[in-house]
């Protein structure tokens, strides 16, 4: 049975991702002091009393504007909701009730989905308590003065929404094979991972720089879970300031880490760039298995060389990566799209292989027989005593001289 979903709903720069961060207990959401930050909506595992749920952050809402992103998070807020067990309408007690909030409001009392009202921003217990009172008039019940940043109160309101989460038993859970999906701006990442679970998950467009969180998310095949991580473009490290793209790229590194296979995507049509050999040189060093994907093959004028001109030139650039499988794709069209997970299957079985000490030395014998060792400066004969694997992901072997 899937975790219960609590969507996170507010006008922009009420703090939301804030309380998004103090109820999962992480530091995973964007936050920075400029409207507008978070647009996707992003997932993250919370629990109070004896409730395991989901806490998902989405963007700031407004009604009346259609310009840039806006519409796209309405949309992302809207299927956040459709899918919620609850929500926590999270207001700025310093402003006071808007007409932004009024409008929101409005918009929740219209849906069955229970709503918890949540007066961010009231770190004095005293003005918290006048704060919140002024947002009675929303007509959604008791309001919550809370601290986002501290922790006031988020444990009444926690009590209040754990009432309409039925409880789930995630002790039995299948183990996860964490994918993230990295690669530079505008080479199909968000459109990969929306091909991937067939839905508009991640806003998709072709302004650069439109992913900023890292979004999560959970696709199952027969009985294997993969844990799709979508990530925001990375540029050469000169061209970014410090501000919403610097925190999003550390959090693209941060997928990197915790991945067990990396999906580098790079644009067909721009061939392999300086910056993809960077992030490949990066995936290489954190030890992390690894598929090229190269994306947007359906734009590419085709003939029977083209796919070994390809190879060629894959092979010339990422020559440190030709262990790495590879595979040509469309996530506009959906081309060979499914086939990437069959990949995955098989670099997380070599990636998490362990071979026993006595194959390994059988392996080098043969190897010995084959070649010798060089000789030492004393004229020696070099020698290989013996080899044992000491630690998998990714394996390492270790070599007595």
Known sequence: MPLPIVAIIGRPNVGKSTLVNRLAGAQDAIVFDQPGITRDRTYQPAFWRDRDFLVVDTGGLVFDD??????????QALTALAEASAAIFVVDGQQGPTAGDMEIAQWLRRHPVPTVLAVNKCESLHEGLSQASQFWELGL????????IHGNGTGELLDDLVE?????????????????????????KSSLLNSFVGESRAIVSPVSGTTRDAIDMVV?????????????GIRKKKQVDYGPEFFSINRSFKAIRRSDVVLLVIDALDGVTDQDQKLAGRVE?????????VNKWDAVEKDSHTIYDYDRTLNGKLYFMEWAQRIYVS???????PKILDLVDAAVSEHRRRVS???????????ARWHSPPTT???????????????AKPPHLLLCL
């Open 66 to 75: 259609d310009t840039e992103f806006l519409p796209y998070i309405r949309e």
């Open 141 to 148: 019940g008791e309001p919550y003065p809370v601290s986002g």
């Open 164 to 188: 309409h989460l039925a409880p789930v038993d995630a002790s039995n859970e299948p183990e996860e094979v964490k994918v993230a999906i990295i690669g530079r701006p505008n080479v199909g």
């Open 220 to 232: 199952t095949r027969g009985e294997q879970c993969y844990r799709l991580v979508d990530t925001a």
């Open 285 to 293: 060093d954190d030890g992390r298995a690894c598929i090229i994907v």
């Open 331 to 337: 996530a506009l069209t959906g081309q060979r799209v």
């Open 357 to 367: 000490t006595s194959v390994v030395n059988e392996v080098l014998e043969d190897a």
């Open 377 to 391: 400066r004393q004229g020696r004969q070099g020698r290989i005593y013996y080899g044992t694997q000491v630690s």
